[in-house]
């Protein structure tokens, strides 16, 4: 998986709790971004990252937040959790922005919200 | 609307046996056309990206095509394995917002002995 792990793999929780989620890279790619994996969709952009403290938001941001305080950290926060934050969540890493750069993704994060 | 649409959503063959996905869009403007085969449980992990220029991209036994006139991309497996029992996702790219990459829903093949 190109160097990316995520944390944790699987995670239940409850309605209306904080859950943050962790990305880690080893391969110091600039570009970091969280999708989001639902039955009868295609992944979805969340937020995503260019630089340490800069990001930007994606198709599907409500209710999502995101930090990235250091290179090689990409932090998801869900504020809140509700049932329809119930996904998989994939992290994925480019070299650069330039839609020609390869996305690496990670092993993603089963999060269920009761 | 910017739309990948892929077909059949499900597929079953025999192992040695080939096979075609399909995946038409309607993405504008079109950047590049990217697949990727995804295994239960795992992360996306990419096949071929192919720019406007190219209209044939091989990987192994994986072949991709591209007809940017008719907005149509095609993924061909030869001799077919076990192994390649996963969801093959097409996804366009779109200069329209960035780092836009929009994804289909995946054809899901199942290789059977």
């Known amino acids: 998986d190109a160097g990316i792990t995520q944390s944790p793999r699987h995670k239940v929780t409850e309605t209306g709790t904080p859950v943050t989620l962790r990305c880690h890279q080893t391969?110091?790619?600039?570009?970091m971004y969280w999708y989001r994996q639902d039955p009868g969709h295609g992944l979805r952009l969340i937020h995503y990252?260019?630089?340490?403290?800069?990001?930007d938001k994606g198709e599907v941001s409500d209710g999502y937040s995101v930090s990235r305080s250091k290179t090689e950290d990409f932090l998801l926060t869900l504020e809140s959790a509700t049932s329809s934050q119930t996904s998989v969540y994939f992290c994925?890493?480019?070299?650069?922005?330039?839609?020609?750069?390869?996305?690496?993704f990670g092993p993603g994060t089963r999060l269920t919200v009761l | 609307k910017n739309q990948v649409e892929q077909s059949p959503q499900s597929l079953i063959i025999l192992e040695g046996k080939n096979c075609t996905l399909q995946?038409?869009?309607?993405?504008?403007?079109?950047?590049?056309l990217r697949w990727y085969k995804q295994d239960t449980g795992r992360g996306p992990v990419s096949l071929t990206i192919?720019?406007?220029?190219?209209n044939t991209k091989s990987n192994g036994r994986y072949t991709a095509t591209l007809d940017a006139d008719t907005k149509q991309s095609s993924l061909h497996i030869t001799a077919s394995q076990l192994s390649d029992s996963a969801s093959y996702i097409c996804?366009?790219?779109?200069?329209?917002?960035?780092?836009?990459?929009?994804f289909g829903k995946g054809t899901t093949l199942s290789v059977s002995s």
């Open positions: 994925a890493i480019s070299e650069s922005g330039r839609l020609g750069n390869e996305q690496f």
């Open positions: 391969e110091n790619h600039r570009y």
């Open positions: 990252s260019y630089g340490v403290k800069d990001t």
């Open positions: 995946c038409n869009y309607t993405v504008s403007p079109f950047s590049n």
């Open positions: 192919m720019t406007f220029s190219e």
């Open positions: 996804v366009v790219g779109s200069e329209q917002a960035g780092t836009a990459l929009i």
